[in-house]
């Protein structure tokens, strides 16, 4: 590993701090090093406030150092003024000599620009420092830019003879098929995914709160299909403690209304489309109208299957549990897409297989 390459993977571990708060931004990680010591770091700070490399250059004690030092970055700075001025700018300012880029944002008001930006003010460049790593972690970023929708997750436990939930339960709480670990990490996931999504079924059947309860972080928006408005209004996705969308066939009076009044944060948004054909692809249409950056699908088979054979997903995650149920709602299906096995873990006993759309 070169020494490039070894700020640069500094610059990833800051930037994971900054997943779940930072959207609609990528969340970016910037170290500034002076004579292979490094003294500054930073992250972007949740929306409308400092990025990595204002925050990076801030922790700088003396300010005089940075004539003569490298500032890393995950990302092209952006050289466009939004809730903030310009990175480019201000690395500028600081006549900073060097900057090394992860990579290149192809975000069309930046895409190149910043790079410019700072080459014509004298400075030397390098771009595509442990480029792939950087784009990973920047996934979801790049998913919306690149692909106008969505990265999205799909996410379930089986049991270990192929079952996702019995045919029929005695109360409207969910059967558990993988440990309390692997519940967790499931929490830990919905904090940094902007949304969550399932269906009618998986509404009624288990009054989900599709909340982070047993992690830190924000509350995924929720995203509930509701084809014929079958699901109680007493349901626990309506108690309007999270901003709650919810797609349906037809608007009904009442929800029309709901629609005409002024919005606070937590309301119910309703959303039509048709649930005849191309489901998935309408979803991610609503979705990026929404601006959600990023989707966990927690639905029944039938939802995850739908975005399975439209092939609308980017990454898959399935529990393996060691429960058995004599019969039950076979899981969802990979085969048919061009998927592979990226990994395959062991949580206290659960296998959890991820997978990633080819």
């Known amino acids: 590993m070169n020494q490039n390459e070894k700020y640069i993977k500094r610059c990833l571990q800051l930037a994971k701090n900054g997943i779940g708060t930072a959207r609609p931004n990528p969340s970016v990680g910037a170290v500034i090093v002076y004579e292979n010591t490094i003294i500054g770091e930073g992250y972007t700070s949740k929306y409308g406030e400092s990025h990595a490399e204002v925050n990076a250059i801030n922790s700088v004690k003396d300010k005089t150092l940075l004539k003569d ?29 060097n900057v090394v880029i992860g990579s290149v944002d192809t975000n069309s008001l930046v895409a190149g620009k ?53 045919r029929k339960k005695d109360s409207q709480k969910p059967i558990w098929i993988s440990n309390q670990y692997s519940q ?30 047993s992690w830190a972080g924000n ?57 005849s054909s191309r489901v998935a692809e309408q979803i991610c249409e609503v979705l990026q109208k929404h601006k959600i950056q990023s989707v966990i699908i927690e639905g029944g088979t039938q939802t995850l299957q739908t975005f399975i054979d439209e092939n609308l997903w980017d990454e898959s995650l399935v ?28 949580i206290e006993g659960d296998v959890l297989k991820t997978y990633i759309n080819d």
């Not at 970055?73 to 900073?96: M, N, Q, R, W, Y």
């Not at 996931?189 to 309860?213: C, K, M, Q, Y």
């Not at 393996?320 to 149920?325: A, C, I, N, P, S």
Request: glycine share 4%.
């Open 69 to 97: 030092a490298t500032i890393y970055v995950t990302l092209e700075p952006c050289s466009h003024f939004g809730k903030t001025p310009p990175c480019a700018d201000l690395i500028v300012k600081h006549k900073i000599p």
């Open 184 to 213: 967790q990490l499931v929490h830990k996931w919905r904090s940094e995914e902007h949304a969550i999504l399932i269906g009618t079924n998986t509404a009624i059947a288990d009054n989900p709160s599709l909340t982070v309860r």
């Open 114 to 166: 910043g790079i410019e930006r700072l080459k014509n003010a004298g400075i030397n460049v390098t771009v595509g420092v442990l480029n792939d790593e950087c784009k990973k972690h920047h996934k979801r970023f790049f998913t919306v830019q690149n692909k106008k929708r969505p990265y999205i997750i799909l996410k379930w436990a089986e049991t270990a003879n192929g079952f996702i939930a019995p």
């Open 319 to 346: 529990f393996v549990g060691k429960t058995m149920f004599e019969s039950g709602v076979v899981a969802p299906s990979l085969k048919g897409s061009l998927h592979k096995l990226k990994k395959k873990e062991n």
């Open 219 to 275: 509350n995924p928006v929720r995203i509930v299909l509701d084809r014929n408005n079958r699901i109680p209004l007493n349901a626990t996705v309506f108690d309007k403690k999270v901003k709650t969308l919810v797609l349906t066939e037809k608007i009904t009076k009442k929800q029309d209304e709901v629609l005409s009044e002024e919005k606070n944060a937590n309301d119910i948004l309703y959303q039509q489309i048709n649930f």
